[in-house]
């Protein structure tokens, strides 16, 4: 899933007093730039929109301003120090993104490097190849996504037993609990990864098959 | 759905970014916001700087590539002085001490352990002297690479400084070329050597004479779609067009926006062109320019002189690098200096500077095998030089097993790495010179080490090629390598074959110490390695390659990744210093 600011058609908050995040064109400054902002607005996107409250994260300046929206993003926390994005879609909990890094180097959660390639992962018969207990070195993160409290993985990696290459396009990496929420009203959903040696504590990958 | 990587390119990328990271050098690497970070260190790259791996948050990876990789004056000795100011870790190397500068593959610097916060301050003294980091990284035009000795060498063609310079002119910092669906690297090459190494480039220009109406005009060849990385190596493939020096940077241009337009941007791992490429066929692809990127009739290829090319390329006649003494065009000579695996000291660094200024004209010149040539050595000086004692270690007539290495980052600094590198390759280069006779007439033997797939030490195309991997040597997860053979450029390139994969790091020495020694007693009367390998199988030639354990030791078959530093005493990954203020004070971290 990508966490960057959603567009939508339409700001969807016309009565409802709501934290946003609104990409905009500032016209004092001409950059293009997110800001927070508590708002009761109904404007459609390419509006110019008045901020009586908000900040220009990218000069540290928080000023009455005027933008032109080009996209809105609902925030479910405000006042906090973290850019906290959802979906329009309103969801319980916080979004989380994730994502891989450099060129499939890591699997990043929250933007922070959290599963690595190049680590001996043990995988039951059939998800890489029939050994019993595969070895399998990660060679690269292809795609990581979501699947309730599941982060899964497409991989590409090789058996260090009998040497086949294959993908698997869908290896359980971790979970994500609902955290504490902290003093600075943050809920961290922290991120949990499996053991990679820990095939019996750790559902299982499917879609497996091998390349040529 | 496009990328993250290209959703956050589209709010901002390019020369805008300069700002930012003069921004956030000013606040402190701190101020980043926590859940933006990924976004910056991606655009960030675009400036040449790439966060290191986990353990070493805060820190930086500096790039900085001169086109063909030619420092002029002055240049090299401002790179010597910025590894010294600021490339420093937390703690030494034993190998290379702390501070040191890196020789890449393409011709670029490398400088590791950059703060953010001093960022701004080498920017400038870059800038002073007309260096620049732009572009170094990120998915834009990367160094371009190219005959490192153009303008001086005996064996040109064709003027490959010039056309560098001029694409280099044009496409960096160029908005209409800064946001490609993937990197794009570019190589001219001049000679009849080969030593641009374009077959392995995305967009080649090479060396060809074409007759138009009536003259015969030096210009280049124009291949598209190399590379090696991610077990997809390809060959760069002739798409049929001769272009004159002239028009060279249009077509260029017009291939760089064919692939920004037609590229892949919904899967960054098809990306490159050569799948585009593998997809279109060389034939669509000239198509394609002719019809939408170019308004004159793009000539058909001209004679080149690939039958001729020795870098790289085995058991050809001519140079397969630069190293050694030789005579320039004007009467003076260039001196190449053997690098081992691209890595030189601060203080070294500074030394060669002086010698480049005391017996040449002060330029420094970088290579594709990572070594450095010192040029315009007037042939009164050349005793002198080479009697100065940096020389000894910096050989213009190393053994060939030292002249002959090439490793890229490894596990040290690299986020892909599935093993230690180059610390590893100087131990092997050592154990080899001491405890194995090569063969005779054998003068060239290359072996390129790779930590992973992506191929930055250009391992395919060595006489062995040695690939990162894992393996269990009794019951225990240890480093390993993949051992390749038949690899090569020239006339017919060719990439190696993993033969023997996953040997125990420990047992590679005496894998090579038993491929040559069974090399010797097979081979016909004087036959080269390159011909020998390839008269054979790939199961013939795993018989011959017999890993074994020696006395060579190992001090790194443990899981290098899982550390901060491989070398640190404490180097477990919550021993980590990092991330730390640019005075090494450690900063908060979230986990
Ligand atoms: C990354 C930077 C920042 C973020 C994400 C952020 C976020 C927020 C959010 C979401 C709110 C509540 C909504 C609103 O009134 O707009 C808020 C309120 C506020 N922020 Fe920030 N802010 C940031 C930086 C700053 C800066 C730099 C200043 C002052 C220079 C500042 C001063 C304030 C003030 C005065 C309020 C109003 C509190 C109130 O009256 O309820 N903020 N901030
Ligand atoms: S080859 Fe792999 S390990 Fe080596 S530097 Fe390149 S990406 Fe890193
Ligand atoms: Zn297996």
Known sequence: MSSGATSAGACWSCSERVGVVITGRWQNTGIRAPTPAITTLGHALGQLLRLSRSHNYRTGVCLPAILTILSVTRLDKVCSSRWMHTDLQPQSGMAISVRTLDDGAWISINDSREVGVSEVWTLPAGECCSCRLAPVLLEGFTDVSIDGQEVVAGVVGQCLECGTRGSIDRLPVGRVGEGPTTERGRNDRRFRRYAPEAVSTRPTATHARDSP | ?591
């Open chain 2, 1 to 591: 759905m496009p990328s993250d990587v290209e959703a956050w390119k589209d709010e901002l990328y390019g020369t805008d970014i300069r700002a930012e990271i003069e921004r956030f050098a000013e606040t402190g690497w701190e101020t980043i916001p926590d859940d933006e970070r990924d976004a910056w260190f991606e655009r960030f790259k675009w400036y040449g700087l790439y966060h290191q791996r986990a353990g070493q948050e805060s820190y930086f990876m500096l790039r900085i590539g001169p086109p063909g990789g030619i420092l002029e004056p002055g240049q090299f000795r401002v790179l010597a002085e910025l590894a010294k100011e600021y490339s420093t870790g937390p703690v030494p190397n034993p190998e290379f001490g702390n501070g040191w500068l890196d020789v890449t593959t393409r011709q670029a610097v490398q400088l590791h352990w950059i703060n953010l916060e001093d960022v701004p301050a080498i920017f400038d003294r870059l800038d002073e002297v007309g260096l620049s980091a732009v572009q170094a990284c990120g998915d834009s035009w990367r160094n371009i690479v190219g005959c490192p000795v153009a303008g001086k060498d005996k064996h040109e063609h064709v003027d490959a400084h010039t056309l560098a310079h001029d694409l280099h002119d044009e496409f960096k910092e160029n908005e209409a070329h800064s946001n490609l669906p993937r990197k794009w690297k570019v190589s001219v090459t001049g000679c009849d050597e080969g030593c641009g190494q374009g077959d392995i480039n995305d967009l080649a220009f090479e060396p060809a004479s074409k007759e138009i109406d009536g003259e015969t005009v030096r210009g280049y060849n124009v291949r598209v779609g190399g590379g090696l990385a991610r077990n997809e190596p390809r060959f760069a493939r002739n798409i049929d067009v001769f272009a004159t020096p002239e028009q060279a940077v249009e077509v260029a241009g017009g291939i760089s926006a064919l692939f920004r337009d037609y590229g892949n941007r919904e899967n960054r791992y098809a990306a490159r062109i050569k799948f585009l490429v593998d997809e279109w066929g060389p034939e669509k692809v000239r198509e394609v320019l002719q019809e939408e990127y170019i308004d004159w009739e793009l000539e058909t290829a001209g004679e080149d002189l690939r039958s001729e090319y020795s870098y790289n390329a085995g058991d050809a006649t001519g140079k397969h690098d630069h190293v050694g003494v030789h005579e320039q065009v004007d009467g003076a000579y260039y001196v190449g200096l053997n690098v081992l695996v691209g890595r030189i000291g601060a203080d070294d660094a500074l030394e060669l500077a002086d010698v480049a200024d005391a017996y040449g004209s002060g330029e420094v010149r970088l290579t594709q095998r990572q070594n450095i040539v010192l040029t315009d050595v007037p042939e009164a000086n050349l005793e002198g030089l080479l009697a100065e004692p940096q020389l000894e270690t910096y050989s213009p007539d190393p053994h060939p097993f030292q002249r002959g290495s090439i490793a890229c980052t490894g596990t040290e600094f690299c986020s892909l790495s599935i093993v230690e590198t180059k610390n590893r390759q100087v131990r092997f280069s050592r154990w080899l010179v001491d405890n194995v006779e090569l063969p005779e007439g054998v003068e060239n033997f290359h072996i390129h080490l790779s930590g992973c797939t992506a191929s930055c030490a250009q391992p395919q195309i060595a006489d062995v090629s040695l690939r990162g991997m894992k393996t269990r040597k009794d019951g225990e997860p240890v480093e390993a390598l993949d051992i390749g053979l038949g690899g090569g450029l020239g006339e017919n390139p060719q990439f190696a074959s993993w033969v023997t994969e996953r040997v125990p790091v420990d047992e590679v020495p005496g894998a090579i110490k038993n491929l040559l020694a069974n090399f010797e007693a097979e081979r016909e009367d004087g036959q080269s390695f390159r011909a020998f390998v390839l008269e054979r199988d790939d199961d013939e030639l795993a018989d011959l390659v017999e890993p074994e354990e020696t006395s060579y030791d190992d001090p790194f078959m443990h899981n290098t990744k899982r550390t901060w530093y491989p070398y640190a005493d404490q180097d477990a990954l919550d021993e980590s210093p990092a991330p730390a203020t640019p005075d090494g004070s450690p900063l908060p971290s979230d986990d």
